[in-house]
């Protein structure tokens, strides 16, 4: 579950941890409100979107605004605002047809004498949370892992323990902190370890981290995703979900308890099973065609999840054609025969389906199928499938 910037920086003033004052503001006369109520001389604006590269992101319709832009009058965020909200910001993470900017922060400015980058994420390779800092910080990091990867410091810390006091200096030695701003370090860093950890975290993220003229150090963005399968333990947390940032079908998938990732091309997949979903894809790909979803009902789904899961593809207007690939182990073959003949019930299936069933009561499923009256192209194994769908796409 992502969250927006402005609801981070409040989770992390909770723990303790140094961010600017900030406003949320949804109109523009809120955004000078803001600015009037931060009572400084400057001050930021900053669109509000489940993206990153908000900084170099642009409006579609006008190029010359960017996401990220100070102001130094009341009347300069009133009109920064007005260009964002209601506006597609396109950045570099959200692909050329934007997201729509709801919101926007408004925050203090501060003295910045350098720009750090710090993120925590769990590495698989240790089985650690692991802390990541850089002197890179303020630009695109993954550039920076691409092409200079010696300059990505990494301390693994153990969830129970937290990052140590050790750990911190050194990271501080290769970042060139010193004197003071060590002891303002480690209460940062010690913090957001801590808060990873305590909040069921996937990623929190810096960047950037910036090291004040007082020698201060202070957290200018945060980027907080939060571990979907813990969000039982964190009730206030799943409030601050925003259903307007996520695709509807990927949300309307989960409701049903299915995993559901949109796609680009026009071959709807429907498959139990991750890794067959996964080679699934593949195949579809090696013969010429374009996977328009991942969407995996799991093993034991019932008649009315597989029947939504037939929803949520063919409302897709870029689907041309479905490919349903079932392995029965837990699931039974018949359970999606009996599906897809309660879908061709329910939903306005106009589109060719390709259907390829093994395992688990086949034969039983294969006979439904076979005696239902509805147009089905049977297929024998994966590769026959992938080949029979990405034809019948081509020829829709």
Same mark, same amino acid.
């Given at each position: 579950?992502?969250?927006?910037?402005?609801?981070?920086?409040?989770?992390?003033?909770?723990?303790?941890?140094?961010?600017?004052?900030?406003?949320?503001?949804?109109?523009?006369?809120?955004?000078?409100?803001?600015? #009037?109520?931060?009572?400084?001389?400057?001050?930021? +604006?900053?669109?509000? /979107?489940?993206?990153?590269?908000?900084?170099?992101?642009? /409006?579609?319709?006008?190029?010359?605004?960017?996401?990220?832009?100070?102001?130094?009058?009341?009347? *300069?965020?009133?009109?920064?605002?007005?260009?964002?909200?209601?506006?597609?910001?396109?950045?570099? $993470?959200?692909?050329?047809?934007?997201? =729509?900017?709801?919101?926007?922060?408004?925050?203090?400015?501060? &003295?910045?004498?350098?720009?750090?980058?710090?993120?925590?994420?769990? *590495?698989?390779?240790? %089985?650690?949370?692991?802390?990541?800092?850089?002197?890179?910080?303020? =630009?695109?990091?993954?550039?920076?892992?691409?092409?200079?990867?010696?300059?990505?410091?990494?301390?693994?810390?153990?969830?129970?323990?937290?990052?140590? %006091?050790?750990?911190?200096?050194?990271?501080?030695?290769?970042?060139?902190?010193?004197?003071?701003?060590?002891?303002?370090?480690?209460?940062?860093?010690?913090?957001?370890?801590?808060?990873?950890? *305590?909040?069921?975290?996937?990623?929190?993220?810096?960047?950037?981290?910036?090291?004040?003229?007082?020698? *201060?150090? =202070?957290?200018?963005?945060?980027?907080?995703?939060?571990?979907?399968?813990?969000?039982?333990?964190?009730?206030?947390?799943?409030?601050?979900?925003?259903?307007?940032?996520? &695709?509807?079908?990927?949300?309307?998938?989960?409701?049903?308890?299915? %995993?559901?990732?949109?796609?680009?091309?026009? /071959?709807?997949?429907? +498959?139990?099973?991750?890794?067959?979903? !996964? %080679?699934?894809?593949?195949?579809?790909?090696?013969?010429?065609?374009?996977?328009?979803?991942?969407?995996?009902?799991?093993?034991?789904? $019932?008649?009315?999840?597989?029947?939504?899961?037939?929803?949520?593809?063919?409302?897709?207007?870029?689907?041309?054609?479905?490919?349903?690939?079932?392995?029965?182990?837990? !699931?039974?073959?018949?359970?999606?025969?009996?599906?897809?003949?309660?879908?061709?019930?329910?939903?306005?299936?106009?589109?060719?389906?390709?259907?390829?069933?093994?395992?688990?009561?086949?034969?039983?499923?294969?006979?439904?199928?076979?005696?239902?009256? /509805?147009?089905?192209?049977?297929?024998?194994?994966?590769? #026959?499938?992938?080949?029979?769908?990405?034809?019948?796409?081509?020829?829709?």
């Amino acid at each position: 579950m992502k969250i927006h910037e402005f609801q981070g920086k409040a989770l992390l003033r909770q723990a303790g941890i140094s961010v600017p004052a900030g406003v949320a503001a949804k109109t523009p006369d809120e955004a000078a409100a803001a600015f #009037d109520q931060l009572g400084g001389k400057l001050a930021v +604006v900053k669109a509000q /979107i489940h993206a990153g590269g908000r900084g170099k992101g642009t /409006i579609k319709d006008n190029p010359s605004q960017r996401g990220v832009e100070l102001v130094k009058t009341r009347e *300069d965020a009133k009109r920064v605002a007005a260009a964002l909200l209601g506006k597609e910001l396109v950045t570099i $993470q959200t692909g050329p047809e934007g997201k =729509m900017v709801q919101q926007v922060l408004v925050e203090a400015g501060c &003295d910045i004498d350098r720009e750090l980058y710090l993120g925590i994420v769990v *590495d698989r390779a240790c %089985s650690l949370p692991v802390l990541m800092v850089s002197n890179e910080g303020g =630009m695109n990091i993954e550039e920076v892992a691409a092409e200079t990867p010696e300059k990505i410091f990494l301390e693994p810390f153990h969830p129970a323990d937290g990052l140590q %006091s050790y750990q911190v200096r050194k990271l501080c030695h290769r970042l060139g902190i010193k004197g003071d701003s060590i002891r303002s370090a480690e209460k940062l860093m010690k913090g957001l370890c801590k808060l990873f950890v *305590d909040l069921d975290c996937s990623i929190v993220e810096v960047n950037p981290l910036v090291v004040t003229k007082q020698g *201060d150090l =202070m957290a200018l963005d945060a980027k907080i995703n939060f571990d979907d399968n813990a969000m039982f333990r964190h009730k206030d947390l799943a409030e601050l979900r925003d259903l307007s940032e996520e &695709d509807p079908a990927e949300v309307r998938a989960g409701n049903a308890g299915l %995993s559901y990732v949109q796609l680009e091309g026009n /071959i709807g997949c429907l +498959v139990n099973g991750a890794g067959l979903a !996964m %080679s699934t894809m593949d195949l579809v790909k090696l013969h010429g065609g374009q996977p328009a979803n991942f969407l995996d009902v799991g093993g034991g789904a $019932q008649v009315d999840q597989v029947t939504e899961a037939f929803r949520i593809l063919l409302g897709d207007k870029n689907v041309k054609a479905v490919l349903v690939n079932i392995f029965g182990g837990i !699931m039974r073959c018949t359970t999606i025969a009996n599906a897809i003949l309660e879908a061709y019930k329910q939903v306005d299936f106009n589109v060719p389906l390709v259907v390829r069933l093994e395992g688990t009561e086949v034969e039983e499923g294969r006979k439904i199928l076979a005696n239902s009256g /509805i147009k089905v192209i049977a297929a024998e194994g994966l590769t #026959d499938a992938a080949k029979k769908v990405v034809a019948a796409a081509g020829a829709a």
